[in-house]
């Protein structure tokens, strides 16, 4: 029950070896127990959090002892302080987070990525590495079996697909089943040490079906295009006991009675597992050929199993001693890579994401698939688990791993988890639960993948396609675009409204804003515009760029720079507005207030992704409402009384509107003078 089998119906007898944890799904089980931890937008929204609240408490301490020191009422002044605090702090982050991971979701969702952990959303974009498996992921996973090897010679099966239409080929003739009896021999082999099943089409399938692991089929279809009967030689030779494959023995083995009431012994597994002496009862120089011949086949890309067989006494012990068989040959199994394997390969490395195989297969055919599609170049290493430390080698730049285990590939995530590397790990099996659930990022099969593998992951891709990674990979990038674009915002308008209320005194601005004021234009600006600016468009360049530096925080590469002369700009126009106002006998205060407001809208229709198109029209309409509410408050009598506003003069609004467009001006200017680079650039291991 290793497997997780669930039996329906008939009967049978059980040997209970572990209960528990100490079963196999116990230990899969405890290797998936482990706190929560942090993502990496989480850990970083917590330091910029905890900063922001640190820098707002002295700046508006400095503002209170300021006005008290210029002969302020204290109480206004405390009122001031509070409102500055309320107004540095964007406190409308966590509707903008929330609503660009639900938007990130959706979207994911639109291009066959499902995501079961909204936080999950933004660190695809941080991914730096994605550990994936071979079949089926990089490989269609439909096997097809191309060649056969015996000691007396060298087959090829020609065929595609599980349909049993082909032949079998020895030195350019077609062969059948009695001009071959050694390939016979091996193939009856196959089909009796042998869990798959292959069903002809029907009404509802027109294609033939195939039951069970895509290894077993393909030496079913294979069989068949020999002329061998599946189900006539079961009956034949009925299964009278077996030992199941395991990924430790990396073999498996069944026992069959003969008609003459004679047992025969078949053993298929991993070449390595199989071609042993303790196996074998071959001459050396026979088991040292096949060794051989199946590494040349594995170089090429095959998946090799080895055969052998031997009948013994009636009665033979059921637990089925693998030892003295005869060695019936070898057959290799081909997965062609998918279509879009090698393209999605080389996106990865585009967008600076290291493609990183960790597979069960022979360490020739892992590196025989991983140059093919790019992953390591000729000659590179293939890390070989079962004598090499994979967690040691992960953390020094391996990039494909072959022959892991469960335990190995938990390891060996750690490992780059531990070399401040951001994985994203792929898997459809109830073993690859455990590396999963350890990845930052888990990604199952949603069509072939176990409810185990799809229960552990934080991304289920509904067409198992490895490109859909990619696809999610932009939108997570795109995600945390947006919340640094909503931060460069509204931290340099809260830059700007601290330094208006810091260097209006000196300026001749007793007390450039009433708190209330100061409130209003908080609640306009960083309400609707702010949370529009977390549906801002993708940036065409964004998977041309490597990803960011785990350690970066959300305010690194220059943004605090970027919110610093952005808000220069708006205080800068602001206290202008203001000293004019005050020079000419105007309503300096509300023209003050005017001038923030606006030139703080400004600097958001500038932060668009794309400006000048139609993309995001519900940031045109927020800024539009926004500017309306306001005018709002400095026409509208009710709001005059409430924020203490005057209504200026026509010609006035005309110029602090002209004036504010400076905002636009400048965050455009910047953007062009902060333009991140567009090229990866080449792979880099980076240091332990």
Not at 208 to 229: M, S, Y
Not at 517 to 523: A, C, F, R, T
Not at 529 to 555: C, F, H, K, Q, Y
């Amino acid at each position: 029950m290793s497997a997780g089998t669930v039996v329906v119906r008939g009967r049978g007898q059980a040997t209970i070896t572990a209960t528990g944890t100490a079963s196999a799904m116990g230990r899969i089980a405890a290797m998936m127990v482990a706190p929560p931890t942090l993502t990496p937008l989480q850990h970083r929204l917590a330091g910029v959090g905890r900063f922001l609240a640190a820098g707002a408490l002295v700046l508006c301490a400095v503002v209170l002892a300021l006005g008290l020191f210029r002969g302020q009422p204290l109480q206004l002044m405390i009122v001031t302080a509070i409102t500055l605090v309320v107004a540095a702090v964007p406190e409308s982050l966590p509707a903008v987070v929330t609503l660009s991971l639900a938007l990130g979701a959706r979207r994911m969702t639109a291009r066959h990525a499902v995501i079961r952990r909204l936080p999950a959303v933004e660190t695809l974009g941080s991914v730096t590495v994605l550990a994936t498996d071979k079949t089926g992921t990089l490989t269609e996973g439909q096997m097809v079996l191309r060649r056969l090897w015996t000691p007396v010679g060298e087959a090829l099966v020609d065929g595609a697909g599980y349909a049993p239409h082909g032949d079998v080929h020895r030195d350019g003739a077609v062969l059948t089943g009695t001009d071959a009896p050694d390939l016979t021999e091996l193939l009856q082999a196959a089909v009796l040490c042998n869990d798959g099943a292959l069903h002809p089409p029907d009404s509802d399938n027109p294609d033939w079906q195939p039951v069970g692991d895509p290894t077993e089929v393909a030496l079913l279809t294979a069989a068949a295009k020999l002329g061998i009967d599946h189900d006539e030689l079961r009956n034949q030779l009925p299964r009278t006991g077996e030992r199941p494959f395991d990924s430790v023995r990396k073999r498996m083995s069944t026992t069959h009675r003969l008609p003459g009431g004679t047992t025969r012994i078949i053993c298929k597994g991993a070449p390595e597992a199989v071609l042993l002496p303790e196996v074998l009862s071959d001459p050396a120089d026979l088991i040292d050929r096949a060794t051989a011949h199946a590494g040349a086949l594995a170089a090429d890309g095959y998946r090799v199993l080895a055969v052998a067989r031997s009948d013994r006494a009636a009665g033979t012990d059921p637990a089925l001693p693998e030892q003295g068989l005869t060695l019936l040959g070898l057959v290799a199994i081909f997965d062609p890579p998918r279509a879009s394997a090698a393209a999605t390969i080389a996106a990865c490395q585009r967008a600076g994401i290291t493609p990183v195989l960790i597979t069960g297969d022979h360490p020739a055919t892992a590196g025989a698939i991983a140059v093919d599609l790019g992953i390591i170049h000729a000659g590179d290493d293939v890390v070989d688990c079962r004598t090499t430390d994979p967690g040691t080698r992960a953390g020094h730049g391996a990039r494909v791993f072959a022959r892991a285990t469960p335990q190995q590939k938990v390891a060996i995530i750690d490992a780059l988890r531990a070399a401040g590397q951001v994985v994203a790990m792929t898997g459809d099996g109830v073993n690859d639960g455990p590396a999963l659930h350890r990845a930052d990022i888990g990604v199952a099969m949603g069509k072939r993948g176990t409810e185990v593998a799809r229960q552990a992951a934080d991304l289920v891709l509904a067409d198992d396609e490895l490109a859909t990674v990619v696809a999610a990979a932009e939108e997570g990038r795109r995600v945390y675009a947006n919340i640094r674009r909503f931060l460069l915002y509204a931290l340099s308008g809260g830059a700007a409204e601290i330094a208006v209320m810091l260097a209006g005194p000196f300026a001749g601005l007793a007390l450039p804003l009433l708190p209330a004021q100061i409130l209003w234009i908080n609640l306009i600006t960083h309400g609707l515009p702010g949370l529009a600016l977390g549906s801002e468009p993708v940036d065409p360049d964004v998977m041309n760029r490597p990803p960011r530096p785990p350690s970066e925080t959300i305010l690194g590469a220059g943004l605090w720079l970027r919110i610093l002369r952005v808000g220069t700009v708006i205080a800068a126009v602001t206290i202008g507005v203001g000293v004019w106002a005050h020079a000419t006998d105007r309503p300096w205060q509300t023209l003050t207030f005017l001038a923030l407001g606006v030139t703080q809208l400004a600097v958001a229709l500038g932060s668009r992704a794309r400006p000048g198109t139609r993309s995001n029209p519900m940031l045109l309409a927020a800024v539009a409402t926004a500017l309306a509410l306001q005018l709002a408050g400095i026409y509208l009598p009710p709001l005059q009384s409430l924020l203490g506003t005057q209504p200026p003069a026509i010609t006035d609004l005309i110029i602090v509107t002209a004036l504010s467009t400076l905002g636009y001006a400048a965050i455009r200017l910047d953007r062009r003078v902060h333009t991140p680079s567009t090229k990866a650039g080449p792979l880099q291991e980076r240091p332990t």
